[in-house]
């Protein structure tokens, strides 16, 4: 039993793991094209610019909890990956294929590409209020005090991007954004998640992303 317990939290690590890593890299370009676009948007860019240190911060503690426990994380593809799932969805393309100069160029683009990463961070602040509910959460000390970090840290990521975008009138998610939304998360937490646990074919990481 004890056994399924810490494949289950280490599964779920690695999960967020992969997801703060790919967040704070993608935040990292987030900032050079804001800086960009709206080099007068100063308060905005040090929003991102704590955002960015944050995950990144985020992804430093799960990173901590595996060397703690001297384990490596599962290994995870972008197919367990919010943002890539999201990108994948509404720009038809890989996180690493998005044309960023076309992205400058485009407001709708560019404002799409923003709502996207508010949408991730409601859902963020959602399902780690839901995780520090559970018993298994709860019962493991170390796991709980990371998880109640990101429950105070979440909320300074989604609102200035909200506040931002209202600025521009773009702040409300369209049909196909919310619809995707919807779709990722209950793929992932009753389909794809489930899927992993019973995976025992599934490897762990030989090192760490960073
Ligand atoms: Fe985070
Ligand atoms: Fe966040």
Request: positive net charge.
């Amino acid at each position: 039993m004890q056994s399924l317990v810490t494949r289950f939290n280490d599964l779920l690590v690695s999960v967020y793991l992969y997801n703060e890593y790919t967040g704070y890299k993608e935040l990292e370009r987030l900032i050079e094209s804001v800086r960009i676009k709206f080099p007068e948007e100063k308060e905005f860019i040090r929003d991102v610019e704590k955002h960015c240190d944050d995950e990144r911060k985020h992804y430093l503690m799960f990173r901590n909890y595996f060397k703690k426990n001297n384990r490596m994380p599962f290994k995870i593809s972008p197919a367990f990956g919010y943002v890539d799932l999201f990108i994948n969805h509404i720009f038809r393309k890989n996180i690493q294929d998005l044309d960023r100069q076309e992205m400058l160029s485009s407001d709708v683009l560019f404002f799409k590409l923003c709502r996207l990463v508010m949408m991730t961070e409601y859902r963020g602040m959602k399902q780690v209020h839901a995780l520090l509910q559970m018993g298994l959460i709860k019962n493991n000390p170390a796991l709980f005090k990371i998880f109640k970090v990101i429950e105070r840290d979440e909320p300074s990521h989604c609102y200035p991007y909200q506040y931002w975008l209202k600025k521009y009138k773009s702040h409300l998610p369209q049909f196909q954004e919310r619809i995707t939304d919807l779709w990722i998360h209950y793929s992932l937490t009753l389909i794809k998640i489930p899927y992993l646990f019973f995976n025992f074919r599934l490897i762990r990481m030989k090192e760490f992303y960073a």
